[in-house]
């Protein structure tokens, strides 16, 4: 039985042979690239080079050309040797790549591409007013430049010379090597988050393995790298990227934002007005998806690929906001209203995508036109058997919210088939939402964990979805919170190149090398936020109905103290502070509803200083903005009510309307009420030039309707108030202009008038 078992350990075909790269802290390779490489390219030879000398101390020379005279060569990219080794990437898709380790070369080659910036000649933002000019002298039309969803150069790295958009499969058979020599890139800062282990000799095993991402479009989008060169590293280490440039969405816009004046067909009516929808820094028009907007468009669509040839798609999707209809076209019976919000508007919006692509097919058959599943022309349009054969659809969802639900999770699943079963085509992509930390959802300093989700999702859409682009929780300089996101950003990007990921595995791992000896009590923080996350309760936080409670709050930061006392002072106690400063909102999150509860329950009881000051309290430490709103709006009318202290009532209305309007998506009139109640107070103590500066930070315009009336009246009682009855009157007479204003109102306003 021994010998049986000697003979079987040394058996060749069970032993695997192994090439070195150091030897006892000295190089004895050297790394080749072509000096003509992509700039990509040289990168992935550097990385190499870099990484091998922070685990062996060993700094691996790089070479254009092999030294020979018995030095190992590392092949990286692909190039005359390596195909004279029989090395091909024929079979391989773009991104993918190929590592070859055997007693003759290491090899390190993959799909590479450089994207041209579309338009040719974008470096920066500030080249956007020229080559704006640019454009509407090739098209010789008012049109705006196409931008959204195109090339943008805030993902180029200038220092590396390559964007996140370029292909990068050479890169990752890199990484995908330092990977099996037990490198890790966990979190977004190199000096923080990369683990690499020591070691004076390293070696390779003999192996041949090819591999490609099972989607194509994997883009998570949290900063710009321009501002976070970290982050651009992080983005490659993860293996996202792309492998060709798809153009999503707002494809309107740029007809109608610069021509509503000129072509007012094709802007949509409403209430007898020009329907002025998306709001940025230059408004955008609701378009009327009729036959002359759909005809611009299609000559937009022929001058567009005269312009970006390289391109294969271009968007006819209306820009976001769409959420108004023409008069005329809902008279027609366009506004199917008994189809839900998801799907009131997708035979109007489809047919228009479906229509204006049949039109681009006849010029250019090989380009394909995409249409956005999104707010009320999400579902499925019922009235188009099939879509036309050049029509791609990027659906909208957010699993993290959605698909908690088994139930919405299936509707999702049933919708997107339905969608894919219309089509003509394999262009079929998701646009995902990571935003939970935007302070619109509520979730200040909670984990977000839903890993299980992202993987049934995954292999859900393997062989249907061609990728996705995700927005992340958006950091101007940086990540947004990347202590608590970069472990579920990182289990997606596994999941793009391996939907069948062990994930209990990959847990266990994460936790043993990036946290060391708090390994199993991080673990049990991570396996608990996931359980919380995935409860079927509302998931904003400082409600009674809440899917997070106090006895939560207490266990997350009990296991968290657990944990620092176990990693001690080092880089693993260092790793598990970011996490718990990251965390410690959830403290305000609940002692501000406890203060928030007492003071409605104060007030009631007719304790009114007390309930001011739980109020108070309540409002300070909440870092919701739903949550200090709503103490805000208990403590206003209490000061001034029934307190009768104007001056804290001021105060309070002004905190009111500082606070960010867009974290108020839902309560924004909250803030117009607040600031028009401010003005009044300020008006009756005669501080009339703080009323005006007050109302000076929002233009009438752009508050609209009924908002606007009540600005332009505003302005008419300040003017009267400072003796200037002739300007007065004509804010009157502009207020009384403003639609949809009730009776009431303007006949109160007429009175003054006359």
Known sequence: MKKFLCLLLLSPSLLSAAVELVKEGRPVSEIIVAEAALPQVRFAARELQEHLERMSGAKVPIVHAPSGGGVFPVYIGEGEETRALGVSLEKVPMEGYRVIANEKALVLAGRDARFDAVPKGFESVGDLERLTKEWQEFTGRQWAMPLAGLYDPRNRSRELDFSLYDPTGTLFAVYDLL????????????????????????????????????????????????????????????????????????????????????????????????????????????????????????????????????????????????????????????????????????DYIWSFVNDVAKGVAKKHPDRFVMGLAYGRGRAVPEEIDRLSPNVGVAYCQ????????????????????????????????????????????????????????MQEDARDLRGKSKGEYVECSYGHHAMKNPALNHYPYMVQARLYWDPDLDLDAFLDEYCRKYYGPAAQEMKTFLTFAEEVWMRPAPHVT?????????????????????????????????????????????????????????????????????????????????????????????????????????????????????IPPKSLPKNRAARYHALIDCVGLLRAAQRYDEALAMLEQTEPEKAGGYWKFQYLQAYGLLAEDRGDHAAAQNYYREALEVRNVPDRLTEKLRGRLD
């Open 179 to 346: 990977e099996q020599l037990g490198v890790r890139w966990y979190y977004p800062d190199t000096a923080t988050g990369t683990v690499i282990p020591g070691q004076s000799t390293i070696t390779v095993k003999e192996q041949d393995h090819s591999s490609a991402p099972v989607f194509s479009r994997r883009f998570m989008r949290w900063t710009f790298p321009a501002a976070d060169p970290e982050g651009f590293l992080w983005f490659k280490r993860q293996k996202l990227g792309m492998s060709e440039m798809v153009w999503f969405c707002h494809g309107t816009g740029y007809v109608t934002r610069l021509t509503r004046e000129s072509h007012p067909e094709f802007v949509a009516v409403s209430g007898g007005e020009a329907s002025l929808g998306h709001k940025g820094k230059k408004v955008t028009p609701t378009p009327r998806l009729g036959p002359p907007l759909r005809d611009e468009m299609i000559d937009f669509a022929d001058r567009f690929f005269a312009w970006a040839p390289e391109m294969r798609s271009w968007a006819a999707a209306p820009s976001d906001g769409f959420v108004n209809m023409d008069d005329r076209d809902r008279a027609a019976g366009w506004d199917r209203t008994e189809r839900g919000n998801s799907g009131r508007f997708s």
């Open 398 to 453: 957010t699993r993290s919210l959605q698909m908690i639900d088994p139930g919405e999770r299936e509707a999702i699943r049933r919708e997107r088939n339905a969608w894919i079963a219309k089509m003509g085509n394999q262009e079929f992509y998701i646009w995902e939402y990571y935003l939970n930390h935007e302070n619109h959802h509520r979730l200040p300093g909670v984990p977000v964990i839903f890993t299980r989700i």
């Open 542 to 658: 400082g409600v009674p109905d809440s899917f997070l409670q106090a006895p939560d709050v207490e266990r997350f930061f009990s296991l968290l103290e657990q944990a620092k006392a176990r990693a001690g002072e080092g880089i693993y106690g260092k790793r598990v502070a970011q996490i718990a400063a990251e965390c410690e909102p959830m403290r305000g999150i609940i002692s501000g509803q406890k203060d928030y509860e007492k003071g409605v329950a104060a007030a009631r009881a007719g304790e009114n200083e007390a309930a001011a000051r739980f109020l108070e309290a309540a409002a300070a430490t909440s870092p919701d903005s739903f949550a200090r709103l709503e103490a805000l709006l208990q403590l206003a009318p209490l000061y001034r009510d029934v307190l009768n202290d104007r001056e804290a009532a001021i105060r309070t209305l002004q905190r009111i309307w500082e």
